[in-house]
């Protein structure tokens, strides 16, 4: 994995500290920090490793033997609510382990693992990332005892000469829903044993004992099952985000790859991603069913977590799946300068744009209140922070080119292909604004047009109707609401929002005394500006979370799903039946409208928790960049390990939408060309450290990988 500098790697120790309270919660069975007393200590309460304690001691031993190394590897069920590397950290230190003593620390339950090393251990970062690669590997599958003997002979294996590439986020794909690499290196011996323990996982078809076997006791169901309720919504809720970031950076790698590959050598990714969208949508579906108003029973909810945290399982796995031909199709190392150039010129570029868009935000301030302008605020300067990170990465990155590391570069180079992509979208966003608030003072005349004949229709058809007078009263207050939000200083957005609930709400209450004809014209005049509001809203609400991803969780992106589909939905009924179609419009503008506040209370929260902190460190601190532009964006707090998952990116390509491209020639939800980055997915990217010579005793632990799996 990349090697990071000293002022970023501490820079990131402080983010993860400052996000563990945002980390997925432990089980209830958890396991503070202890001495480790041999090279194998099983204290889950499965006994994850019972029967290969042997193979496991084995393996240590031929390590030791063939190197001046040693591996002690622990199984937990969880790490007692710690950040995963500082637990593996003090149980080393706890357990007197030397400078090449390795800590292999595994949370069985959390599905996180951390590797603890001496500062001098004598293996350099991208030898470390391969052996955290195949570890992570064996972690997904289950295979415990596995995960082990993989990292005592990756790593005799890397201490004689061996391995191979450096896992690295490779960029690929484009438009505005967030990017990442698609780039995992794998062994054919390890895809043989990821086979192996995939068939003996439950519901595989000619797994022993068929799909109905009961689940083994360390299969991801059993897990799921020994949690809280709970810590089972933690857990969909994080893997609800995980894969909607996954599936975004996918779809933008789709797009880049046709455009540069042709459609031909794309079809079976497109099928997969195709397939893992659906998934996906299931996903967000079940999750919406557990929000909306009827509760369910313990067992029902529980059925349906569990169903989500499976189906984002199982689409993840769909996705990871695609890597290896990505990586034989990419080949980016062997064009690293190039790259590195090509991204320093675009940096240039996209400055020149800044000027601009400050000149648009202060004419938007003239015109608008600050209510209105929350979403691009500060996004001018924002990419310019983010214009100074991309630029550091490059010299970074071309130091690595000089040193002969062109994976790591390549590393450096996705970090500031992300950074640029994210300064893009946010400079696009000022534009949209522009544009968005313009068209909705024009659809304010059309709403106030259209509730005004209702509450002529309710004066006329019901004066005397308890039901109707006070719907009628609010749309008279929204009216005047609307009226004086087309004035300088007025708030568009939040009169449209408050004048879509009036007309809904008298709409419902007039509809015993309207004809069935009359409804019906009144619902096709009113359906085209619904659509028209509520997509620009969605696509808006969808650019917001895109580039403020790293805080956005998952109820905002339900929301959004939701939206999303109403809106589908009633494009698709439009025709055939308008009246439905026009409630569908108007529920995917309360969705997409709730998913807007929520993501903008994400948002707020996270600068929040941060704010002790804003005044100093960044990706360099040289150029005093402020990082929360970073891990805002999604960069750094997730590709060097700050989240769950793992790291899909993609390098410049055009278009690409995770929702299809029914939504604007193949474009993301509020357009432009630009690409943001997704979760660390691989474990080469919380890799951390650079080559030292060895010693046995004495100095400090690091990292060696980690992460959630």
Not at 275 to 304: C, H, M, N, T, Y
Request: net charge negative; hydrophobic share 40%; with cysteine.
């Amino acid at each position: 994995m990349t090697r990071i500098a000293q002022p970023l790697r501490l820079f990131l120790g402080l983010c993860l500290a400052l996000f563990a309270g945002a980390a997925l919660a432990g089980p209830a069975l958890a396991e503070a920090p202890f001495r480790v007393e041999g090279h194998v200590e099983d204290r889950t309460i499965e006994q994850v490793t019972a029967g290969d304690e042997a193979e496991i001691e084995a393996a240590a031993a031929r390590l030791a033997e063939g190197s001046d190394l040693d591996l002690f590897t622990v199984y937990v069920d969880s790490f007692d609510g710690m950040d995963g590397q500082a637990w593996a950290d003090e149980t080393a230190t706890m357990s007197g382990l030397g400078q090449n003593d390795i800590l292999l620390a595994i949370a069985v339950v959390d599905r996180e693992y951390a590797i603890s090393i001496g500062e001098d251990l004598p293996l350099s970062d991208s030898q470390l990332a391969t052996v955290a690669a195949d570890i992570e590997d064996d972690l997904r599958v289950d295979d415990w005892s596995g995960a082990a003997i993989t990292a005592a002979d990756g790593y005799l294996d890397q201490v004689n000469g061996g391995g191979g590439s450096a896992v690295v986020p490779v960029l690929i794909g484009a438009g505005v829903v967030g990017g990442g690499a698609f780039l995992l290196v794998r062994s054919s011996n390890k895809r043989k044993r990821q086979q192996q323990a995939a068939q003996q996982r439950p519901g595989v078809p000619g797994a022993p004992g068929g799909p109905n076997a009961p689940a083994p006791a360390n299969s991801i169901e059993a897990v799921l099952a020994s949690l809280s309720t709970e810590d089972l919504a933690t857990r969909a809720g994080s893997a609800l985000v995980g894969l909607d970031d996954d599936v975004r950076s996918s779809a933008q790698e789709l797009g880049f790859a046709q455009a540069q590959f042709g459609l031909q050598s794309t079809q079976n990714f497109k099928a997969v991603v195709e397939g893992v969208k659906g998934q996906l949508a299931q996903a967000f579906a079940l999750q919406q069913r557990l929000d909306d108003a009827a509760p369910e029973s313990e067992p029902e909810r529980r059925q349906i977590l569990t169903q989500i945290v499976l189906l984002c399982d199982q689409g993840d796995k769909a996705l990871d799946a695609q890597a290896e031909s990505f990586a034989e199709l990419r080949k980016l190392q062997d064009n690293a300068p190039q790259l590195l150039d090509e991204i320093n010129t675009r940096a240039g570029e996209i400055e020149a744009r800044i000027p601009a868009a400050q000149a648009t935000l202060t004419q938007l301030r003239a015109t608008y209140p600050e209510t209105a302008l929350v979403s691009v605020a500060r996004a001018p300067d924002q990419a310019a922070q983010l214009l100074d990170a991309a630029r550091d990465a490059v010299g970074q990155g071309r130091e690595r080119v000089t040193g002969n590391d062109r994976g790591t570069a390549v590393a450096f180079a996705h970090t500031a292909e992300d950074a640029l992509a994210q300064a893009v979208t946010l400079l696009d966003s000022v534009t949209n604004a522009h544009d968005n608030l313009s068209q909705a003072v024009q659809r304010l005349d059309a709403s106030i047009a259209s509730i005004t004949a209702d509450v002529a229709d309710a004066e006329r058809l019901a004066p005397q109707d308890p039901q109707v007078g006070p719907a009628a009263e609010r749309a008279r207050s929204a009216i005047e609401a609307a009226t004086a939000a087309r004035q300088k200083n007025g708030d568009p957005l939040a009169a449209l929002t408050e004048i879509v609930a009036a007309e809904q709400t008298l709409d419902a209450a007039l509809a015993g005394h309207r004809e069935a004809t009359e409804v019906r014209q009144r619902a096709v005049s009113q359906l085209e500006n619904g659509l028209s509001r509520t997509d620009a809203l969605i696509r808006s609400t969808n650019t917001y979370i895109e580039t403020h991803r790293g805080a956005v969780g998952a109820n905002a992106r339900t929301r959004l799903a939701s939206a999303i589909e109403s809106l589908q939905q009633a494009r698709a009924m439009s025709e055939s039946d308008p009246v439905q179609a026009l409630r569908l419009t108007t529920a995917a503008w309360h969705s997409a409208k709730a998913a807007q506040d929520l993501a903008a209370s994400d948002v707020s929260n996270w600068e929040r928790s941060r704010s002790p902190y804003s005044g100093g460190g960044g990706y360099s601190s040289q150029r005093g960049v402020d990082p929360g532009s970073l891990i805002l964006g999604g960069i750094l707090g997730n590709m060097f390990g700050g989240n769950s998952g793992g790291y899909r990116g993609g390098y410049g390509g055009r278009g690409g939408s995770s929702w299809g491209s029914s939504w604007g020639s193949g474009s993301s939800w509020g357009g432009g060309s630009s690409r943001s980055s997704s979760r660390s997915r691989s474990s080469s990217s919380r890799s951390s450290g650079s080559r030292r010579s060895g010693g046995r005793s004495g100095g400090g632990r690091r990292s060696g990988g980690g992460g959630r799996f």
